[in-house]
């Protein structure tokens, strides 16, 4: 089993520009989150799904989306990136509300 | 979900016990505590959790206070490879758990 597997692990893009982060799970996990972590800071949840088709905003939701259209992916989406989304994005798996949680190995991004 | 604290930086010495203090004093009865950690650059990681009793597993041991407003993880015997950040989050079981959220963390330093 691959757990929970993040992609691309690094990604330069330029201010405006667009892109997809991936996140794929095979634990047949309900519950998926995306966390964003600046350099020396804690985690912030950006969103999060209890499962498919349903999402909701997290703590820091300005400037991106997300979808859940299957159990196994939860992408998420930067339409206008700005140096203020470079960070490092983890994304997070569990079973229920009140099970640990898995994390993927994480995507830095860079905006410039 | 209930709010904790915990101190921003400990260090301990190689092969002793570490242990780290957290907070959280509005816990309602069906919160649960859990200790995640985060090793430079990685996600987070599991450790522990438990509702009142004190738990204990390969990792670690929960030590809950009777009142259930503090907890204490110990590592009994710390290596250097325990440096970390470690995070204590209260979660329910059902209903209104559905966000992780992370605070800021102890950074532990194990020293040589």
């Known amino acids: 089993n691959a757990g929970v597997t993040q992609t691309p692990k690094f990604r330069i893009l330029k201010i405006g520009q667009s892109m997809t982060l991936q996140c794929t799970q095979d634990m047949n996990h309900n519950y998926m989150y995306w966390y964003r972590q600046d350099p020396g800071m804690g985690l912030k949840l950006i969103y999060y799904?209890?499962?498919?088709?349903?999402?909701d905003k997290g703590e820091v939701p300005n400037g991106y989306n997300v979808s859940r259209s299957t159990t196994e992916d939860f992408p998420l989406r930067l339409e206008l990136a700005a140096p203020s989304q470079t960070s490092v994005y983890f994304c997070?798996?569990?079973?229920?509300?009140?099970?640990?949680?898995?994390f993927g190995q994480g995507t830095r991004l860079t905006v410039v | 979900d209930a709010k904790t604290t915990q101190p921003t930086s400990m260090d301990c010495a190689e092969g002793r016990a570490a242990n780290l203090p957290c907070n959280h004093s509005?816990?309602?009865?069906?919160?649960?505590v859990y200790w995640y950690r985060q090793i430079h650059s990685q996600g987070p990681q599991y450790i522990i959790h438990g509702l009142k009793n004190n738990e204990t597993n390969e990792m670690a041991s929960l030590i809950i206070t009777e009142d259930r407003k503090s907890s204490t993880l110990i590592l009994p015997h710390a290596t250097l490879r325990d440096t970390a950040v470690y995070y204590c989050i209260v979660r329910a079981p059902q209903g209104g758990s559905e966000k992780l959220v992370f605070g800021k963390g102890t950074k532990l330093t194990v020293n040589p």
């Open positions: 997070a798996t569990s079973r229920r509300g009140d099970t640990e949680a898995f």
């Open positions: 799904s209890v499962g498919a088709g349903i999402t």
């Open positions: 509005t816990i309602s009865g069906n919160e649960y």
